[in-house]
């Protein structure tokens, strides 16, 4: 009986997530499957097909790839350092890395804009230095940049709050049945944070692939995303049945996380906070 | 010891390296508040104007409140909505719970973009105007999952024993929650809350798919201004948003030893306890103070949303293309209360007109887009008995309108100019770079890297199409082809495609050519003179001829309040009004009696008011219809992501 009446506590929210967000989702899968005047077709869903939307979604990929590749590197010694010291001890950590997020997202990627300009702040120091210019801005670099620069934190956290809930004791047994440094990373660490490596993958790997905002800002608007598709489809185009048969093909990379969450982080122990 | 030291040594650096690449963006944007120009690239002395200007500023303000306003709503809803659902989530059985943490996943693991875009067509289906409620709406659906998640291990570590000992004790359910359980889950909502608050804060994708007129936040606020150039007075804003977090962090964590989130591990239960305890106390004080500032905020929100206005007039309006105090003086003579709002592009403002998302009265949409929105029958036609002042406005531009408003009975033409190149005559000489006349100029390989280009559609086939002796308006498919490829080819050249900050890069000698709107000159020529430059920027309008656009006023055939739109609009003829919001806008004005006003210097600015026979071989834009403007946007496509 009381059980049943603590039940009843989840139904607020069973009914607003049905109508903010099942029902949104099935209208883009409305909207992806039909035509302007309504009729049921692919064609908006196989478009993604055409050489210029396969290009962005390639790239799209490739991007997001290689700055998640470059978060994990960047962000597991770091998780291990901070969950080696003890430092801060909890929330402290969350707050050093969440900071950032204070200061509005468009306007800290433009502050990268300042500093990668050709006449920028980082230029302008190695001018002084008498070093040659950088010139990523408007390139692809700087857009893998501006993705690292937005999703480490996403990384950062989901590994810590999954390491600091590795026992001590089972660190030093492992030392003290002889493993060295690499070993006990290798078949201790890694294996423990598992649940926290999958997570933060998704989160970063997602956005990553669907930002728009990064590629324009940082890309020049000379490197098309499959983001930037979709969002001047609904933005500048006016034609919401492409742009949601597109968000459908997205959708496909977002139920692979998904799958990948409810296969490695059973406990949901890798949230980021 | 000493390799440890050494080891330790490596870990530092790494720690530090990884926060200096964290926060030198924010080391910027503070040291670019205190900067005394509006260069982001040239350090003009040390000033604080802009702090005065930010306390001054009422769109900052509004959005500073919109999204204080917002972010703690939305998380105080959504903790309490998800809190409830995790205790009922967690006493399920184990497939439902399944199912409802996948579900549960969703907003966070979508992208965005959908969620947003998923939001959107949600309302517009159901009929619910964009808007406050909806932004709040998006808001708190995806924020509950991030309480969910961060109250659930909470709720899983605490014996359900406990509870029911205290049931067991005498204690009524509701007492043995508040009593037992509350406590012990506490630290996960207090997360879950920041976190909720974190994320709304910071949220620019899916506010700026759900927010309607005359709400914005402070990323939709940025975002707008992004392409214009940003006001350093929103550096000044971060500095100060900033600065209070990190003292209020700094204040909440200043004794160490607060709690791990993991489970203690110390064994004196009652030292755990009373560590939590001052944690908790700590904890209690940010939320006082926190909670005394969203009061304020929320109440003058309250205030300012309460009075209710039976006499209102929707406005939707490029972004800085009025002078504020228009829009004051109107209210104040009319007593009509205006809700402004803006837009970006015209296709931006199209869809929302057509799905009648939000319904404006007066609208100021360019020249094709009058043609798209009266063939489709979404204007109304403007009673001019109530427009006697449209007697100041050129019959020159009443006749140019005839293009795209063939009886002159949708639009009274606003603002007018051309587009053309723009080049920086120091870059030009150093490099031995040609200067530029003719459009075909803009593939010269000399120029490689040097050109910034419009984002545009159809100001991009423009130049192309005019470099080639074509028609803008175009719809052979053979010369949008061959206009296609030559956008391809000059793609190397160009540095970057731009809408507004074409201006910005300019004058931060970013570029030695750019392709630009000539309203934007008495401004260049202005900051070049204050900024103390040591180069010119000349304006010339290409010899193939160019577009001549007009930007005129229109009222949508769903407007409420038809009269009072009217009224606007004469109101916007007035000589004394349109010199104001000439000297404002500095784009050319199309009223007559305004511009005998000006001084000669002025009226005789051939950037802004080019000689009639300069502008032979220029053409009005016309709406060339959706197929053909789906072929456009396919090729433009094509050249994108090439």
Known sequence: MRQNMKRLLAGPYVLWMIGFTIIPLLLVVYYGLTDKNGTFTFANVLSISTPEHMKALLLSLVLSLISTVICLLLAYPLA??????????????????????????????????????????????????????????????????????????????PIYNVMIKIDDNTINAARDLGAGTLQTLFYIWIPLSVPGIISGITMVFVPALTTFVISSLLGGSKILLIGNVIEQEFTRGSNWNLGSGLSLVLMIFILISMALIAKYDKEGEGTAF | MKRYSLKQFFQDFYLALILIFLYIPILTMIVLSFNNTKSRTLWGGFTLKWYEQMLQDQAILNALNNTLLIAFVSALIATVIGTASAIGINSMKKLPRTVLMGINNIPILNSEIVTGISLML????????????????????????????????????????TYEAALDLGASPLQAFFKVVFPDILPGILSGFLMAFTMSLDDFIITHFTRGAGIDT?????????????????????????????????????????????????????????????????????????????????????????????????????????????????????????????????????????????????????????????ENGLLAEINFDNVPNIKNIDPQFLEMSREFDPENKYSVPYTWGTVGILYNTKLIKERNLPVPERWSDLWNPAYEKEILMQDSVRDAFMVALKSMGYSMNTENPDELELAKQKLIEQKPLVQAYVIDQVRDKMIGGEAAVGVIYSGEMLYIQEEVKNQNLDFSLEYVIPEEGTNLWIDSWVIPANARNKENAEKWIDFLCRPDIALKNFEYITYATPNRAAKELLEPELRNNQAIFPDTEKLEGCEVYRYLGDETDAVYNSLWKEVKSN
């Open chain 1, 80 to 157: 291990l350092i901070l969950r080696k010291r003890g430092i801060g001890q909890g929330s402290f950590v969350v707050f050093i890395f969440i900071l950032p997020m204070w200061m509005n997202f468009l306007l800290r990627t433009l502050a990268w804009q300042t500093l990668l300009e050709k006449n920028g702040v980082i230029n302008g120091i190695l001018n002084i230095l008498h070093l040659p210019n950088l010139a990523i801005i408007n390139t692809p670099w700087a857009i893998i940049l501006g993705m690292v620069y937005n999703f480490l934190p996403f990384m950062i956290l």
């Open chain 2, 122 to 161: 949600c309302f517009i289906a159901f009929g619910i105007s964009l808007g406050f409620k909806t932004v709040l709406i998006a808001h708190i659906t995806f924020n509950i999952p991030y309480v969910i998640l961060s109250v659930m291990p909470k709720l899983r570590q605490t014996s359900r024993y």
């Open chain 2, 218 to 374: 402070l990323s939709t606020l940025i975002y707008s201004e992004v392409r214009r150039g940003i006001k350093p007075s929103m550096y000044a804003l971060s500095a100060v948003i900033f600065v209070t977090v990190l003292v209020l962090l700094l204040i909440t964590n200043f004794t160490p030893e607060n709690n791990r989130t993991g489970s203690p591990q110390g064994n004196d239960a009652a030292l755990v306890r009373k560590r939590n305890r001052s944690a908790r106390i700590r904890k209690g004080v940010l939320g006082i103070a926190s909670a005394a500032v969203i009061f304020i905020v929320g109440f003058s929100t309250y205030s300012r949303y309460s009075v209710s206005h039976s006499n209102e007039l929707y406005v939707y309006n490029w972004g800085e293309y009025i002078d504020e105090s228009v829009i004051e003086q109107f209210e104040e003579e009319t007593g009509i209360h205006v809700v402004y709002d803006l837009f970006e592009t015209n296709e931006e403002m199209y869809p929302v007109i057509e799905a009648g998302a939000v319904q404006y009265d007066a609208v100021c949409p360019s020249d094709y887009m009058i043609q798209k929105m009266a």
